[in-house]
């Protein structure tokens, strides 16, 4: 009798280590929560995404994930590390290599028997390590038949980006990895980054319609510093007529042909097919002034949103074929993006600030049987989090020099005594792509106080009265109480996290020209 309960003990113990949790991360670049119709916002009704937001109604939508340094490489670098940009050394996307000697979660995860893999974007400047199977773009990576970096070297395919990398997500999870071991799966996409060029058939998606703008795309900048007025990311000046907005007739530099060499003929052919009218009668029009702006978001916003499309999909993709496949149970599935992005908001594109759009990013997390559908969460979390959240699922320990906090207790509805009450953030490479000033910052949920530090200039917002962060209240005297203690929530979080006093200096490139937009394009 003993014997056979020891039998019974040990296949539930063998079955409960075969049943770790699979871990699905579906990542993006530049994908701002305003373009995920599960968090609402002026885009859901003409751009929904589905399947992004089948994920918040099986599991949970956070409305305040903050990235700590919103910018590519650092953010990717805090997920794997579970740190600072400061402490794993990876502060700006043009300076530094990712240190992959390092611990990292995809490496924890290998020591309990998971098998990893990454495919997409990774823009870290190094070649992954921790994974079992690596395909990743060379650094931004192309749309249109992407070249990969693999172990066994380069290799070119023909497609769409955003559904080549699907593929061979959908691929190594079918027939390429062991499936005696969990796994833990990074699927990151290069879309929707810039340039924002969607797949072949979507290139006419949208066009009967008309994106909804936002109440600050005319943003005078007043009543804010001068790190808001003196960026280099207007769609009025610094987006770019041909390489960014597709209109080959303003094709001076060549940028736009060059990018167009990838594509094969009948890709060009359709792109032509697409673009050629629309262009042609901008050209007779000839908008000018506001016009023109307005022109420019719309065909900034379709294509952004195009590109998105194509991100829904991969995603209804991946999980469609977990249910299939008897895999969806036992998959956590988490969605999330580098950070965040300028949708028209403030006059703007691409991110950098600690203002709200690129400060927040979207997680979405689905856990069938551990988190209750259609839950929404509050509390600040981060992107300093995923990593111990990964480990918490799989069962392992926090290593004590990691610096989030895991998210399993959230998830699974608990009340979590000790959550943060503020979020610690630091942007550093100025001089550089957008000119936007370094600056560190504390955001406690309400009160956000921001010091450019360069130019020795504080900004603080009330985002309850002015959740669009117009109207810096630093020097109003009824705010003096926040300052104050936001100041020294500031230095506290700086000891907590270790930020050393002299890292701000020292991380720009000085050898790099940036090339500086002062002149908008248009029609005389
Ligand atoms: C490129 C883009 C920039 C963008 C950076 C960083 N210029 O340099 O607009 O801010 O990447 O983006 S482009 O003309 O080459 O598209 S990040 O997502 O990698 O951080
Ligand atoms: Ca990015």
């Given at each position: 009798m003993k014997k056979i309960f020891m039998c019974?003990?040990?296949?539930?113990?063998?079955?409960?280590?075969?049943?770790?949790?699979?871990?699905?991360?579906?990542?993006?670049?530049?994908?701002a929560t305003q373009a995920v119709s599960a968090y609402g916002g002026r885009l859901k009704d003409v751009a929904p995404t589905p399947h992004l937001d089948s994920i918040a109604k099986e599991g949970m939508l956070f409305k305040r994930c903050m990235v700590t340094n919103s910018i590519c490489g650092p953010s990717r670098a805090t997920i794997l590390t579970g740190k600072y940009s400061h402490l794993n050394g990876f502060m700006t996307n043009e300076t530094t290599r990712f240190?992959?000697?390092?611990?990292?979660?995809?490496?924890?995860?290998?020591?309990?028997?998971?098998?990893?893999?990454?495919?997409?974007?990774?823009?870290?400047?190094?070649?992954?390590?921790?994974?079992?199977?690596?395909?990743?773009?060379?650094?931004?990576?192309?749309?249109?038949?992407?070249?990969?970096?693999?172990?066994?070297?380069?290799?070119?395919?023909?497609?769409?980006?955003?559904?080549?990398?699907?593929?061979?997500?959908?691929k190594w999870l079918h027939q390429q990895r062991d499936k005696s071991k969990p796994f833990m799966l990074m699927m990151q996409h290069k879309a929707p980054h810039r340039d924002w060029s969607p797949a072949i058939k979507y290139l006419n998606?949208?066009?009967?319609?008309t994106i909804p703008e936002p109440d600050t795309l005319f943003d005078s900048y007043e009543g804010r510093g001068r790190a808001a007025k003196e960026q280099d990311m207007t769609i009025h000046v610094t987006m770019q007529m041909a390489s960014d907005l597709k209109v080959k007739e303003f094709d001076r530099k060549g940028r736009l042909a060059r990018k167009l060499k990838r594509m094969t003929p009948e890709q060009l052919k359709a792109w032509d097919a697409a673009y050629g009218p629309k262009n042609a009668r901008l050209i007779k029009d000839k908008p000018k002034g506001k016009d023109l702006i307005r022109w420019k978001y719309q065909r900034y916003l379709k294509d952004y949103l195009r590109c998105i499309k194509s991100v829904d999909e991969s995603a209804g993709r991946v999980l469609k074929y977990l249910k299939e496949n008897d895999l969806e149970k036992n998959t956590v599935v988490i969605y999330s993006s580098d950070q965040g992005f300028y949708l028209g908001e403030h006059g703007w594109f691409d991110k950098r600030f600690m203002y709200d759009e690129s400060y927040r990013t979207p997680l979405l997390i689905k856990w069938p049987g551990k988190v209750k559908p259609g839950s929404i969460n509050s509390q600040l979390v981060s992107n300093l989090d995923f990593a111990q959240t990964f480990l918490e699922i799989a069962g392992a320990e926090q290593p004590k020099d990691m610096q989030g906090m895991s998210l399993v207790p959230i998830l699974k509805g608990q009340t979590v005594q000790n959550w943060r009450k503020t979020h610690y953030y630091h942007y550093y490479e100025f001089p550089g792509w957008h000119m936007v000033q370094r600056h560190e910052g504390v955001y406690d949920g309400r009160y956000k106080l921001m010091y450019f530090y360069d130019i020795d200039e504080w900004e603080l917002y009330d985002l309850h009265s002015d959740p669009k962060e117009m109207k810096n209240q630093y020097n109003n005297p009824e705010f003096a109480a926040e300052v104050k203690r936001l100041k020294e929530e500031l230095n506290s979080l700086r000891a907590e996290h270790k930020v050393p006093e002299n890292v701000i200096k020292d991380v720009s490139n000085p050898d790099k020209k940036y090339v500086f937009n002062d002149k908008p394009e248009g029609f005389e």
């Open positions: 019974v003990l040990a296949a539930f113990a063998l079955t409960a280590v075969a049943e770790k949790p699979n871990i699905l991360f579906i990542f993006t670049d530049d994908h240190d992959g000697s390092q611990q990292t979660f995809p490496k924890l995860l290998q020591k309990l028997g998971y098998q990893t893999s990454v495919i997409g974007k990774w823009h870290l400047g190094s070649e992954p390590t921790g994974f079992d199977h690596w395909e990743v773009l060379p650094g931004q990576g192309s749309y249109y038949n992407p070249d990969f970096k693999t172990p066994n070297g380069k290799i070119k395919v023909e497609g769409y980006c955003t559904e080549v990398v699907t593929d061979k997500a959908l998606a949208y066009d009967d319609v």
